[in-house]
């Protein structure tokens, strides 16, 4: 349980799933998260269909679904009911600013590991920089940093199959 949403989960995700178990290695985990984040839907609730389907099958992804959505509905449910007669509470607000500030903080340490396990060579540090400039600073759709990335890529996997063509 986190909060802060699926980016906040990130940093206990990998030590549980990569370090922890060794059910993925850390390329994987990498490489998953980029492929959760092009879906519709959670992310938590995507990677636990992904690992419960690795681990045990069809059922094992059911179990994982069910699992990874049942027991937030029930505490937001609760909370909720709550939370509403304390709406105007200066006491919880205080409260969600240092909930905020922890989510950031493991917002930002998932994103450090990300960068040092994406960023290799200098190409990459290049194009993690373009596409951070164009989505941060130029507000470019996400989809379209997305897309040329895409593309980029496409573009050296084709340069290097024609490069070994040649030879």
Known sequence: ???GGGMAMLPLMDK???EKRGWLTEQEMVDIVAVMQSLPGLIAVNMAVLIGYRVMGTLGALAAAFASVLSPFVIVAGIAAGLASL??????????LG???GTAALI??????????VCTGPLS??????????????RIDLTLVIAFGFLTGLGFVVKNALKEAKK
Not at 87 to 96: K, R, V
Not at 108 to 114: C, E, F, P, V, Y
Not at 129 to 136: K, Q, S
């Open 16 to 18: 549980e799933f990569v």
């Open 87 to 96: 709406s105007d509470s200066q006491t919880l607000s205080h409260i969600f």
């Open 1 to 3: 349980m986190t909060l």
């Open 125 to 138: 540090w290049v194009l993690c920089g373009i596409g951070f400039l164009a989505a941060v600073v130029f």
């Open 108 to 117: 930002l340490m998932s994103l450090g590991k990300l960068v040092k396990t």
């Open 99 to 101: 909930v905020r500030a």
